[in-house]
């Protein structure tokens, strides 16, 4: 069988969440400068990702990156709110976008993974006995590789090879000089839709590609993106591709 | 106190239960014509993953389906027509959740002209890959 065939397998790491975090705040309008921050208290920058939703019951969850579709025209923004969120030495960032005209009341749980050169002692996230680990019910997606490119300038490609000859499922985090974000990408695109301008002035304008023998991460010619950190999945893309 | 890397596995640290993963397409139509400083949205609604699942999402375009885009959303630049003059516009493709277990996958074209945008010529599909996850906190 191949790997990517087993629910769950011993001799491949698996991902381990090093950080959790959970807050509610109020989205402001207008949103323009904040950002609602969480101490991590981490001795490296955390590769950050989670879900958000306007009900303290998750009832329906959000991506960071994602957010509420409007109930009827499309404005400005193709969402009403959405969060993005960003890390870094010292802190998590949920930075909000709301274009609804009122204020909107949100909950958010925040998940990190450590980077691959860490070496950091840890405590742990779960404790045994409490909670199930692992189920049968459920796949744990497989790491392949988990690394960093770094070094990055502006209209860069870096190509990574893989030999599983399927696309296989990917994360990645860019990190410009002063945040590491979770995966927001913008390819060939000459202004953002709906991300304003929450890096000191510039998108993350950088994109990753995946194909059945590569990875390939590129920065745009505006980018100021000078790391990526990402995790290739023996798991296939779309369940079954 | 353990050093998480150095570990293949173990209960001790949290993880990810992927707990659905399935594609669907959206059809952008050729030559579609999209009111002055209006849009055109065409949407795809599936039912994946449970309550409070994340999502792991590729977006590919017809008219380069050899590349899978990692990310949420996407934005590619087209050329199409305003006033029979060739005129450029942004084609966004994205997901957002609707209810607890239904995923919206979208395709969304602002017109930014003040005038009628009549978009490319050839239908464009976009195909969403999804794989869903139920964070730890579930």
Redesign the interface.
Known sequence: MAIADFL?N?????????L?E?ASFTIPTPTAGYTFTIAHGLPFTPLV???W?TSSN??????F?????PSSN?GAS??DYSLEIAADSTNIYIIPTNVSGATQTVHV?V?GI?P?D?????????S?GDVF???T?????KPYEASKITGLASSSTTTITHSLGY?P????WATNSARTFN???????????YVSSFIGGSVVDA?????TTTA?FKTGSSSNTNRFDYVIYY??????? | MTTPSSFISTSDYATFKNDGGTSTFVVYAASTSVAGNGYSVVSADIAIGKQASINRVQISSSKDSSKRYSSLSLSFNRTGLVSASPAGYTVVAYVSRTSATNLRCSVYVPNPYSSALTTATGNETFTFYIDTFLPPFV
């Open positions: 769950y011993s001799d491949f790491v698996q991902d381990k969440a090093i959790l959970s990702g989670g879900s939703s998750f009832l329906v969850t959000y991506d990156g994602s957010g509420v579709i499309i193709i969402f749980r998940f450590e691959s860490s070496t950091a002692t840890l405590p742990h996230t779960a045994s680990a692992f189920s019910g459920y796949n744990y997606t696309v499922q990917l994360t990645a995966s927001v990408f913008f390819e060939d695109v000459t202004y953002p839709i994109s990753v590609e995946v194909t390939i798991d296939r893309s779309g369940g079954t591709s």
